[in-house]
Antibody, heavy 119, light 107 residues
Framework: QVQLQESGPGLVKPSQTLSLTCPVSGGSISSGSYYWTWIRQPAGKGLEWIGRIYTSGTTNYNPSLKSRATISLDTSKNQFSLKLNSVTAADTAVYYC???????????WGQGTLVTVSS | DIQVTQSPSSLSASVGDRVTFTCRASQSISTYLNWYQQKPGKAPKLLIYAASSLQSGVPSRFSGSGSGTDFTLTISSLQPEDFATYYCQQSYSTTRTFGQGTKVEIK
């Protein structure tokens, strides 16, 4: 059973780069037809899709992030990562990693990690 | 981007009630519509995929319907563990989008 768990700093200063990783256990990140995905949720608000990376390395991003996001795969560590540059307080949120499968659904999800942008 | 709009934003109901909430897409998305349940402090959990297919392990009191632009999620008999926020999500366009959520509260 595949499991995901986000990790990274909980506090990032404004204008700096937010960096998170999502190690995957119970399966290989480079096999199957999956999109490895990042989603975020500001406190008390709804869910926002950030972007995804296919097992081949192809990426797609939410245009609302104005090219600030980069998602990458590290097959040697069986994990994928998110970098979001030039962060502001508006980027404060719980960040989730998830797998999108061939039914086009997000399942499973990581437990989420809170990232606060503050000086 | 395809917008998905949920209604109502919240509702109050009692255990045993039948509840229905809706999701409307800004353009036709066929049946590329999924439903998730989220409880406080937890990640969302998949309930329904492809508009009407029940995810394995999800109780049969949950059902989904619709196609095109209008979709519904129904809970046939609300249970205490069903008080949560429900989100719809479209997977028709590359940029995935979620509705703003419907919070189900205890009356």
């Amino acid at each position: 059973q595949v499991q995901l768990q986000e990790s990274g700093p909980g506090l990032v200063k404004p204008s700096q780069t937010l960096s998170l990783t999502c190690p995957v256990s119970g399966g290989s990140i480079s096999s199957g037809s999956y999109y490895w995905t990042w989603i975020r949720q500001p406190a008390g608000k709804g869910l926002e899709w950030i972007g995804r990376i296919y097992t081949s390395g192809t990426t797609n991003y939410n245009p609302s992030l104005k090219s600030r996001a980069t998602i990458s795969l590290d097959t040697s560590k069986n994990q994928f990562s998110l970098k979001l540059n030039s962060v502001t307080a508006a980027d404060t949120a719980v960040y989730y990693c998830a797998r999108e499968n061939d039914n086009y659904v997000f399942d499973p999800w990581g437990q989420g990690t809170l990232v606060t942008v503050s000086s | 981007d395809i917008q998905v709009t949920q209604s109502p934003s919240s509702l109050s109901a009692s255990v045993g009630d039948r509840v229905t909430f809706t999701c409307r897409a800004s353009q036709s998305i066929s049946t590329y519509l999924n439903w998730y349940q989220q409880k406080p402090g937890k990640a969302p959990k998949l309930l329904i995929y492809a508009a009407s297919s029940l995810q394995s392990g999800v109780p049969s009191r949950f059902s989904g319907s619709g196609s095109g632009t209008d979709f519904t999620l129904t809970i046939s008999s609300l249970q205490p563990e069903d008080f949560a926020t429900y989100y719809c999500q479209q997977s028709y366009s590359t940029t995935r989008t979620f509705g703003q959520g419907t919070k189900v509260e205890i009356k």
